[in-house]
Each structure stands twice: as structure tokens, then as C-alpha cells.
């Protein structure tokens, strides 16, 4: 029967719990996207950096304002935002399995599990620097305390972040006793530096067996400062998510103008003792000093990042951004991943070995370049496609079931 000619029936009710996606939580992911791979694309030019050591490349005063730039404003604040948004996205996922009248625990459990083996490979292969293993080893900590009241998850969260901030100050002053004012001797660390180099430029085996030894030495360094942040980030999206900060600004605008002022004063005095002691990296106890205070204030900085970028959303050209911005972040793991295997074929034995001949400057340029070209990809994949190719085989590892690829004409909330 044609369907002109189809007797008439009353409509069907909308779902009254299926709201559209979260577009502002999208566009912040995005925008996390970038300052996470100016971050790490340190990484892949420079062993030296990956070993908390001075880049014999950064000798021009142009390439050291760019390693400033980049610890300044990138460093240890993007991971922050990033981590926060996924917290905010757990409750989405867990709104999306009461729809779908399936167990939450369950599920996510097989999606923390799925990211960990995601990490595993992404690790050993592409990045050392992972942070995918992590959430999903942490994601279970959250899994077991998502009942808990806002005021235990938000008092929780401060206390990570102090202890851990605490943390390092209470070693830089025990190594400060102990080497009497005297830099640390890094004559090992530079001869490391150079084994690294001369393994990342021989063959796709020596990357990998170089990645596998890296993981065995900075385990715990993740343990003691990644870690413990990201659970408190975690914490809090999850808080914000229940209030559906992010679901309507307009209706939070003093709370998120409050947050931005408060976010630069106490924030940007940290970023900046942080990156005036990291430009020296010269094994002082000042590089020390400088890790806690960054763990202590860069929370603020991230929070007066996102606020910033909500109030602009509201404005005719930040709306244009966040439109640009959005289809990157509804695919984050994919153009994380993407991130990872363009730096390794560009700097490692995988491709061009760039690797240890790239400066700073030209790594920062490369890393907008590369985002650059990601936002026309995926707001192209996202006009075709309900999900990026890494989130469709994450939500069938998740749901157990193969979810189809075409784009629904509405879009769902869970992240």
C-alpha cells in the first residue's frame, strides 16, 4: 500500500528520554583533542623530552618560546579537560543503558576492558605515553563509586588532587636533603636519550621493543601523577553530568563565568612556575616543585579553558566553531588513535624517522597541521556515518551486538 494511501493512525509519542546529543561536550572534546596531541607529538620528535630532558634543538629563542608555549598552556591541563569529559560522558552511558533497559555495570565494564586493549596495543605499537590503559583501569574505580553522593565524589576528588600534589612536593624536598643543593648527575638519562633515538629510527621491531621497555620504566610515574588526576576529573564531569551543566549553558552562565575567573587566577601563576622550572630541566629540585605545583593549580586552568569555550559557544562565530569542533569530538577515540599512527609513520621507523631532527616549533606546527586536517575529515565521516569507525567497534564490543554504521536521523546522547 502506497504510503499516501495508508489509513490514518495517531503518532506515535516521542521518547521521552532520548534527548538530543550534547553538542557543547562534543566540541570540548574536540578542542581537548588538540592540546593533547600538541602535547604528545613532543614526544614522538624528541627522546630527549620523553626523558625529562633539555631538547638539544630548542637553541633559537624562537624554539624555546615554543617549548614555553607549549608547557605553559598545553602541558598537564588538556589530559585534565579530556579525563573530565569522560566522567560527564559515564553518565550519558549510563542514561543510555537505562533506555535501552540494559544492565549498566555489565556494559560498561566490557567498554573499560574494551578501551584497556585498545590502550594495550596502542601502547605497544604507536605511543607510549597511552592514556586509553589508564581510563580504563581508573574507569573501574568510578564504576564502583557512581552512587556515591556529589559531596563523597567531589571531596574525593580534592583530596587526589592534593595528595598527589603534596606527593611531589614532599619528594622534591627529601631530594633536596639529600643531594645539598646539587643538580642531579643525567649523564644516564642522556645515554638513554641516545639508545631511544637509535631504536626509534632502526625497525618497526626495535619501536616496539623500545615502547614495551619504556612502559616497564614509566608505569608508576602514571601511577603517581596521571592516574590520581584523571580519577578527579573523573569525578567531576560525572558530578557536572548529573546536573546537566553542559546540557543547557545558558541556564549556568554566572556559575561559568565564576569559574573562568576563578580558573586563570589561581591556574595561570601555577602554568607559569611550572614552565619557567620545566625550561630548565636541568634534574633541580625546582623541576619537582614545579610537577606539584602544576598538579595543585592546572585543574583551575582546564576549568577556565572549558568555561571560556562555553560562553564563546554562545556567541555567533563560537557557534561556528563548535560546529567545526563537534564531529571531531563525537569520534575522539578514532582521531586519538589517528593522532598516534600519523606521528609514529612521520617521526619513527614506521615511515619518515623525523624523529630527534624535528624542533619544537615545526613538532607545534606539524600537530595543528595534523588537527587541522582531522576537523574536514571527521565532519565529513560524521555527515555519512553515526559513528567513528574505533567507537563502532567499541560500542559492538560493549553492547555485544553489531550496531549499524548508517547516520540516525537523531542523534543519541551516550558518547
Given at each position: 500500500?502506497?504510503?499516501?494511501?495508508?489509513?490514518?493512525?495517531?503518532?506515535?509519542?516521542p521518547a521521552p528520554h532520548a534527548p538530543q546529543r550534547q553538542t557543547t561536550v562534543d566540541a570540548l572534546r574536540g578542542f581537548a583533542l588538540l592540546g593533547i596531541l600538541v602535547v604528545n607529538i613532543a614526544t614522538f620528535a624528541s627522546t630527549y623530552y620523553g626523558m625529562g630532558l633539555p631538547d638539544p634543538l630548542a637553541n633559537s629563542l624562537p624554539e624555546r618560546l615554543a617549548v614555553f608555549v607549549r608547557t605553559f598552556v598545553f602541558e598537564t591541563k588538556f589530559y585534565l579537560l579530556f579525563s573530565f569529559?569522560?566522567?560527564?560522558?559515564?553518565?550519558?552511558?549510563?542514561?543510555?543503558?537505562?533506555?535501552?533497559?540494559?544492565?549498566?555495570?555489565?556494559?560498561?565494564?566490557?567498554?573499560?576492558?574494551?578501551?584497556?586493549?585498545?590502550?594495550?596495543?596502542?601502547?605497544?605499537?604507536?605511543y607510549q605515553g597511552d592514556i586509553l590503559t589508564t581510563y580504563g583501569v581508573i574507569g573501574v574505580v568510578l564504576l564502583m563509586l557512581h552512587r556515591r553522593g556529589d559531596r563523597f565524589l567531589l571531596g574525593a576528588g580534592i583530596a587526589l588532587v592534593l595528595g598527589t600534589a603534596l606527593l611531589w612536593a614532599a619528594f622534591s624536598l627529601l631530594l633536596s636533603r639529600a643531594l645539598g643543593g646539587e643538580p642531579m648527575d643525567l649523564r644516564s638519562a642522556y645515554a638513554e636519550a641516545v639508545s631511544a633515538l637509535?631504536?626509534?629510527?632502526?625497525?618497526?621491531m626495535t619501536v616496539i621493543v623500545q615502547h614495551l621497555r619504556e612502559l616497564s620504566q614509566i608505569w608508576w610515574l602514571t601511577a603517581l601523577v596521571q592516574a590520581p588526576t584523571a580519577l578527579a576529573m573523573f569525578f567531576?564531569?560525572?558530578?557536572?553530568?548529573?546536573?546537566?551543566?553542559?546540557?543547557d549553558t545558558g541556564a549556568h552562565l554566572p556559575l561559568f563565568r565564576r569559574l573562568l575567573a576563578w580558573g586563570l587566577v589561581v591556574g595561570l601563576p601555577g602554568a607559569a612556575f611550572y614552565a619557567q622550572s620545566a625550561m630548565r630541566v636541568d634534574g633541580s629540585v625546582r623541576d619537582f616543585l614545579g610537577l606539584s605545583a602544576t598538579l595543585l593549580t592546572a585543574p583551575f586552568l582546564s576549568a577556565a579553558y572549558a568555561c571560556a569555550l562555553v560562553l564563546l559557544f554562545r556567541t555567533p562565530r563560537g557557534r561556528v566553531l563548535e560546529r567545526w569542533l563537534a564531529p571531531a569530538g563525537r569520534m575522539a577515540l578514532s582521531n586519538y588513535l589517528l593522532q598516534s599512527a600519523v606521528c609514529a609513520w612521520l617521526f619513527l621507523a614506521y615511515g619518515l624517522r623525523w624523529i630527534g631532527a624535528t624542533p619544537p616549533l615545526a613538532a607545534m606546527g606539524i600537530a595543528f597541521a595534523i588537527f587541522g586536517c582531522q576537523l574536514p575529515l571527521s565532519r565529513w565521516w560524521m555527515g555519512r556515518f553515526a559513528y567513528g569507525p574505533v567507537e563502532w567497534l567499541l560500542r559492538a564490543f560493549t553492547n555485544l551486538a553489531l550496531p549499524s554504521m548508517l547516520r540516525a536521523s537523531t542523534h543519541r546522547t551516550d558518547a
Open positions: 500500500m502506497d504510503e499516501a494511501e495508508a489509513p490514518s493512525s495517531p503518532p506515535a509519542p569529559l569522560f566522567g560527564y560522558s559515564f553518565l550519558l552511558q549510563k542514561e543510555a543503558a537505562q533506555r535501552a533497559g540494559r544492565a549498566f555495570a555489565p556494559r560498561m565494564a566490557r567498554r573499560l576492558l574494551g578501551l584497556w586493549l585498545l590502550g594495550v596495543a596502542h601502547g605497544v605499537l604507536l637509535a631504536a626509534y629510527r632502526g625497525t618497526p567531576a564531569g560525572f558530578v557536572a553530568g548529573r546536573h546537566a551543566l553542559l546540557a
